[in-house]
Protein backbone atom coordinates (compact mmCIF):
# COMPACT_ATOMS: atom_id res chain seq x y z
CA UNK A 1 0.00 0.00 0.00
CA UNK A 2 1.01 3.67 -0.62
CA UNK A 3 0.77 5.83 2.07
CA UNK A 4 1.56 9.22 2.21
CA UNK A 5 0.40 12.46 4.61
CA UNK A 6 -1.23 15.75 4.15
CA UNK A 7 0.54 18.77 5.66
CA UNK A 8 -2.48 19.72 7.33
CA UNK A 9 -0.84 17.39 9.90
CA UNK A 10 2.32 19.90 10.26
CA UNK A 11 1.02 23.07 9.78
CA UNK A 12 4.48 24.78 11.60
CA UNK A 13 6.77 22.54 9.46
CA UNK A 14 8.96 24.41 6.54
CA UNK A 15 8.86 22.39 3.28
CA UNK A 16 12.77 20.82 4.07
CA UNK A 17 11.44 19.51 7.37
CA UNK A 18 8.37 18.08 5.54
CA UNK A 19 10.02 16.14 2.83
CA UNK A 20 12.39 14.98 5.59
CA UNK A 21 10.93 13.63 7.53
CA UNK A 22 8.52 11.88 4.78
CA UNK A 23 11.59 10.25 3.80
CA UNK A 24 12.68 9.09 7.13
CA UNK A 25 9.50 7.96 8.33
CA UNK A 26 9.63 5.42 4.52
CA UNK A 27 6.34 7.33 3.55
CA UNK A 28 5.75 6.77 -0.29
CA UNK A 29 4.30 10.40 -0.69
CA UNK A 30 3.21 13.48 0.52
CA UNK A 31 -0.27 15.11 0.06
CA UNK A 32 -0.10 18.93 0.05
CA UNK A 33 -2.60 21.50 1.71
CA UNK A 34 0.11 24.68 2.42
CA UNK A 35 2.96 25.03 3.88
CA UNK A 36 3.56 27.02 6.89
CA UNK A 37 1.34 30.30 6.58
CA UNK A 38 0.84 29.80 2.67
CA UNK A 39 -2.40 27.40 2.13
CA UNK A 40 -2.89 28.30 -1.58
CA UNK A 41 -0.35 25.58 -3.60
CA UNK A 42 0.04 27.99 -6.88
CA UNK A 43 2.06 30.32 -3.98
CA UNK A 44 4.54 28.05 -2.69
CA UNK A 45 8.16 28.81 -3.20
CA UNK A 46 9.19 25.52 -4.16
CA UNK A 47 6.23 24.71 -6.52
CA UNK A 48 6.67 28.17 -8.46
CA UNK A 49 8.21 28.17 -12.36
CA UNK A 50 11.50 28.52 -11.28
CA UNK A 51 11.98 25.75 -8.82
CA UNK A 52 9.65 23.39 -9.75
CA UNK A 53 11.84 20.92 -11.62
CA UNK A 54 14.44 21.31 -8.57
CA UNK A 55 11.61 20.23 -6.38
CA UNK A 56 10.67 17.45 -8.94
CA UNK A 57 14.32 16.50 -9.18
CA UNK A 58 14.44 16.23 -5.03
CA UNK A 59 11.04 13.96 -5.08
CA UNK A 60 12.62 11.63 -7.62
CA UNK A 61 15.87 11.17 -5.29
CA UNK A 62 14.24 10.29 -2.35
CA UNK A 63 11.98 8.02 -4.48
CA UNK A 64 8.77 10.00 -3.12
CA UNK A 65 5.35 11.16 -4.96
CA UNK A 66 3.28 14.23 -4.62
CA UNK A 67 -0.04 12.25 -3.98
CA UNK A 68 -2.07 15.49 -4.20
CA UNK A 69 -2.49 19.19 -4.31
CA UNK A 70 -5.61 19.98 -2.03
CA UNK A 71 -7.51 23.07 -2.27
CA UNK A 72 -10.22 24.77 -0.51
CA UNK A 73 -11.54 25.94 -3.59
CA UNK A 74 -15.82 25.47 -3.97
CA UNK A 75 -17.12 24.06 -7.02
CA UNK A 76 -20.12 25.86 -5.86
CA UNK A 77 -19.11 29.14 -6.11
CA UNK A 78 -17.92 30.53 -9.77
CA UNK A 79 -15.21 32.27 -8.44
CA UNK A 80 -13.24 29.94 -7.15
CA UNK A 81 -13.06 28.44 -10.93
CA UNK A 82 -9.42 30.58 -11.53
CA UNK A 83 -8.11 29.53 -8.75
CA UNK A 84 -9.05 25.21 -9.56
CA UNK A 85 -7.44 26.19 -12.52
CA UNK A 86 -4.30 27.85 -10.76
CA UNK A 87 -3.97 24.45 -9.14
CA UNK A 88 -4.25 22.26 -12.40
CA UNK A 89 -1.13 24.18 -13.77
CA UNK A 90 1.11 23.78 -10.32
CA UNK A 91 0.00 19.96 -9.86
CA UNK A 92 0.79 19.55 -13.87
CA UNK A 93 3.90 21.99 -13.14
CA UNK A 94 5.44 19.61 -10.09
CA UNK A 95 4.25 16.17 -11.32
CA UNK A 96 0.97 15.79 -9.14
CA UNK A 97 -1.78 13.65 -10.39
CA UNK A 98 -4.71 15.51 -8.74
CA UNK A 99 -6.23 18.02 -7.33
CA UNK A 100 -9.00 18.33 -4.77
CA UNK A 101 -11.91 20.13 -4.97
CA UNK A 102 -14.89 20.92 -2.89
CA UNK A 103 -18.60 20.40 -3.93
CA UNK A 104 -19.84 21.82 -0.54
CA UNK A 105 -17.33 23.30 2.14
CA UNK A 106 -18.70 21.54 5.57
CA UNK A 107 -17.56 17.78 6.28
CA UNK A 108 -21.28 17.71 8.04
CA UNK A 109 -24.63 18.30 6.75
CA UNK A 110 -25.65 21.78 6.85
CA UNK A 111 -27.61 24.25 5.98
CA UNK A 112 -26.02 25.63 2.95
CA UNK A 113 -27.39 25.57 -0.62
CA UNK A 114 -26.02 22.71 -2.79
CA UNK A 115 -26.43 23.44 -6.53
CA UNK A 116 -25.71 20.44 -8.28
CA UNK A 117 -25.88 22.28 -11.67
CA UNK A 118 -23.53 24.60 -10.86
CA UNK A 119 -21.27 22.05 -9.27
CA UNK A 120 -21.15 19.59 -12.02
CA UNK A 121 -20.76 22.39 -14.27
CA UNK A 122 -17.63 23.83 -12.49
CA UNK A 123 -15.90 20.11 -12.21
CA UNK A 124 -16.56 19.66 -15.97
CA UNK A 125 -15.02 22.96 -16.79
CA UNK A 126 -12.09 22.11 -14.61
CA UNK A 127 -11.76 18.42 -15.63
CA UNK A 128 -11.58 19.84 -19.46
CA UNK A 129 -9.25 22.27 -18.76
CA UNK A 130 -6.94 19.57 -16.46
CA UNK A 131 -7.50 16.93 -19.72
CA UNK A 132 -4.57 17.34 -21.20
CA UNK A 133 -2.12 18.80 -18.54
CA UNK A 134 -2.00 14.72 -17.36
CA UNK A 135 -3.93 16.28 -14.01
CA UNK A 136 -7.32 14.81 -12.99
CA UNK A 137 -10.03 16.74 -10.42
CA UNK A 138 -11.19 15.21 -7.93
CA UNK A 139 -14.21 16.01 -5.68
CA UNK A 140 -14.53 14.72 -2.00
CA UNK A 141 -16.76 12.96 0.50
CA UNK A 142 -17.60 15.65 2.01
CA UNK A 143 -21.09 17.69 3.31
CA UNK A 144 -24.01 16.98 0.37
CA UNK A 145 -21.48 14.68 -1.31
CA UNK A 146 -20.74 12.36 1.69
CA UNK A 147 -24.25 11.01 1.10
CA UNK A 148 -22.78 8.24 -1.67
CA UNK A 149 -25.37 6.77 -3.46
CA UNK A 150 -26.27 9.87 -5.00
CA UNK A 151 -22.93 10.82 -5.83
CA UNK A 152 -22.10 7.71 -7.20
CA UNK A 153 -24.98 8.17 -9.79
CA UNK A 154 -23.83 11.36 -10.40
CA UNK A 155 -20.61 9.85 -11.74
CA UNK A 156 -22.41 7.05 -14.01
CA UNK A 157 -24.73 9.37 -15.42
CA UNK A 158 -23.59 12.99 -15.97
CA UNK A 159 -19.91 12.17 -15.31
CA UNK A 160 -19.28 8.83 -17.04
CA UNK A 161 -16.31 9.19 -18.98
CA UNK A 162 -14.94 12.54 -17.78
CA UNK A 163 -11.16 13.34 -16.29
CA UNK A 164 -12.84 13.83 -12.98
CA UNK A 165 -12.34 11.43 -9.61
CA UNK A 166 -13.52 10.96 -6.66
CA UNK A 167 -11.49 11.70 -2.93
CA UNK A 168 -13.28 9.24 -0.36
CA UNK A 169 -12.30 10.85 3.09
CA UNK A 170 -13.91 7.37 4.61
CA UNK A 171 -14.40 10.02 8.34
CA UNK A 172 -17.65 11.51 6.48
CA UNK A 173 -19.96 9.34 4.99
CA UNK A 174 -19.82 7.13 8.11
CA UNK A 175 -19.95 9.79 10.59
CA UNK A 176 -22.61 11.60 9.39
CA UNK A 177 -24.68 9.38 7.17
CA UNK A 178 -23.93 6.20 9.08
CA UNK A 179 -22.77 4.39 6.04
CA UNK A 180 -20.71 1.63 6.49
CA UNK A 181 -17.89 0.88 4.35
CA UNK A 182 -18.76 -2.12 2.42
CA UNK A 183 -21.69 0.09 1.19
CA UNK A 184 -20.08 3.11 0.23
CA UNK A 185 -17.37 1.43 -1.93
CA UNK A 186 -20.16 -0.01 -3.27
CA UNK A 187 -21.54 3.00 -4.42
CA UNK A 188 -18.22 5.00 -5.65
CA UNK A 189 -15.62 2.46 -5.40
CA UNK A 190 -14.69 2.63 -9.05
CA UNK A 191 -14.45 6.39 -9.37
CA UNK A 192 -12.18 6.58 -6.28
CA UNK A 193 -8.90 7.92 -6.85
CA UNK A 194 -7.34 9.31 -3.59
CA UNK A 195 -8.12 8.46 -0.29
CA UNK A 196 -8.25 10.28 3.24
CA UNK A 197 -7.40 8.65 6.64
CA UNK A 198 -8.75 9.75 10.08
CA UNK A 199 -10.10 8.63 13.18
CA UNK A 200 -12.47 10.30 15.88
CA UNK A 201 -15.62 9.80 18.58
CA UNK A 202 -18.31 11.66 19.12
CA UNK A 203 -18.40 13.58 22.54
CA UNK A 204 -22.22 15.07 23.06
CA UNK A 205 -22.71 16.35 19.06
CA UNK A 206 -18.83 16.97 18.89
CA UNK A 207 -16.29 15.12 16.64
CA UNK A 208 -13.33 14.63 18.85
CA UNK A 209 -10.22 13.45 16.44
CA UNK A 210 -8.38 10.65 17.76
CA UNK A 211 -5.40 8.74 16.02
CA UNK A 212 -6.04 5.82 13.90
CA UNK A 213 -7.55 2.74 16.10
CA UNK A 214 -7.91 4.72 19.26
CA UNK A 215 -11.56 6.06 17.85
CA UNK A 216 -14.78 4.08 16.41
CA UNK A 217 -14.51 5.03 12.41
CA UNK A 218 -14.03 1.22 11.15
CA UNK A 219 -10.20 2.79 9.41
CA UNK A 220 -8.94 -1.02 8.87
CA UNK A 221 -12.26 -2.37 7.46
CA UNK A 222 -12.56 0.46 5.05
CA UNK A 223 -8.81 0.29 3.72
CA UNK A 224 -9.05 -3.66 3.52
CA UNK A 225 -12.48 -3.41 1.11
CA UNK A 226 -10.78 -0.72 -0.98
CA UNK A 227 -7.48 -3.33 -1.60
CA UNK A 228 -9.69 -6.01 -2.24
CA UNK A 229 -12.18 -3.94 -4.40
CA UNK A 230 -8.53 -3.32 -6.27
CA UNK A 231 -7.61 0.14 -5.15
CA UNK A 232 -3.67 1.11 -5.95
CA UNK A 233 -4.00 4.70 -5.31
CA UNK A 234 -2.74 6.72 -1.65
CA UNK A 235 -4.02 6.22 1.81
CA UNK A 236 -3.44 9.65 3.36
CA UNK A 237 -3.55 10.48 6.18
CA UNK A 238 -4.97 13.84 7.00
CA UNK A 239 -4.30 14.97 10.51
CA UNK A 240 -6.05 18.01 10.78
CA UNK A 241 -3.48 19.72 13.01
CA UNK A 242 -4.08 23.37 11.67
CA UNK A 243 -7.31 23.70 12.31
CA UNK A 244 -6.81 22.07 15.90
CA UNK A 245 -3.45 22.60 17.60
CA UNK A 246 -4.69 20.43 21.11
CA UNK A 247 -4.52 17.08 18.67
CA UNK A 248 -1.04 15.45 18.86
CA UNK A 249 1.95 16.44 17.25
CA UNK A 250 3.08 15.90 13.92
CA UNK A 251 6.09 13.76 14.30
CA UNK A 252 4.07 11.01 17.12
CA UNK A 253 0.96 11.25 14.45
CA UNK A 254 2.82 10.34 11.27
CA UNK A 255 4.75 7.27 12.99
CA UNK A 256 2.07 6.07 14.37
CA UNK A 257 0.28 6.16 11.55
CA UNK A 258 3.16 4.62 9.46
CA UNK A 259 3.13 1.59 12.41
CA UNK A 260 -0.59 0.76 11.97
CA UNK A 261 -0.48 1.02 8.12
CA UNK A 262 2.20 -1.37 8.04
CA UNK A 263 0.16 -3.79 10.58
CA UNK A 264 -2.63 -3.73 8.02
CA UNK A 265 -0.02 -5.32 5.14
Keep these: MKICFSTLGCPEWSFAEIVSVASDLGYNGIEFRGVQNELYAPNIEAFSPANAEATRRRFEQLSLEISCLSSSCNLNNDDDIEKAKAYVDTAARIGA ?55 GALFRKELANENVGILYDIHHPYRFFNEEPAYTIDNIG ?72 DALE
Design 97 to 151: PYIRLLGDLEPAPSDEDVSLKKVIGNLLEVADYARDKNVTPLIETNGFFAKTKAL
Design 190 to 261: PFVRHVHLKDSVMEGKKVRYRMLGEGDIPVAEAVRLLNKAGYRGFYSLEWVKRWDLSLEEPGIAFAHYKQFM
